[in-house]
């Protein structure tokens, strides 16, 4: 079983930035990690997600003002957000593959057997 647990969602407003985080306590590494969001009344959309070998998959609608990393302490992932819309108002969950070697943006992948799923936290982007 692999626990996931976000932290650093907020509100701020249109231009500003917010840094997310994700972390895992699982005793292995675990090769795929990526955030998603959802808002009411909307499927959810594949934000980006990133290989612990480095290769990252990232959302047309996110390129170029989010960023994707995996952070320095094992089974953590960060997304950094900058340039907010208002648009980008959503829950943001935190989702992770295990036994892969690739990671993509699309929820299946992360719907199996072998995917897991946090809790979410919320960002609020304010025009």
């Given at each position: 079983?692999?626990?996931?647990?976000?932290?650093?969602?907020?509100?701020?407003?249109?231009?500003?930035?917010?840094?997310?985080?994700?972390?895992?306590?699982?005793?292995?590494?675990?090769?795929?990690?990526?955030?998603?969001?959802?808002?009411?009344?909307?499927?959810?959309?594949?934000?980006?997600?990133?290989?612990?070998d480095g290769t990252i998959s990232?959302?047309?609608?996110?390129?170029?003002?989010?960023?994707v990393s995996r952070g320095k302490?094992?089974?953590?992932?960060?997304?950094?957000?900058?340039?907010?819309?208002?648009?980008?108002?959503?829950?943001?969950?935190?989702?992770?593959v295990l036994h892969t070697r690739?990671?993509?943006?699309?929820?299946?992948?992360?719907?199996?057997?072998?995917?897991?799923?946090?809790?979410?936290?919320?960002?609020?982007?304010?025009?």
């Amino acid at each position: 079983q692999v626990h996931l647990v976000e932290s650093g969602g907020g509100s701020v407003q249109a231009g500003g930035s917010l840094s997310l985080s994700c972390t895992s306590s699982h005793s292995y590494n675990i090769p795929c990690m990526g955030w998603f969001r959802q808002s009411p009344g909307k499927e959810r959309e594949g934000v980006a997600a990133i290989h612990s070998d480095g290769t990252i998959s990232i959302a047309d609608s996110v390129r170029g003002r989010f960023a994707v990393s995996r952070g320095k302490i094992q089974n953590t992932v960060n997304l950094q957000m900058n340039n907010l819309e208002p648009e980008d108002t959503a829950r943001y969950i935190c989702a992770a593959v295990l036994h892969t070697r690739v990671c993509t943006i699309a929820s299946a992948q992360y719907e199996s057997n072998y995917g897991y799923w946090g809790q979410g936290t919320q960002v609020t982007v304010s025009s």
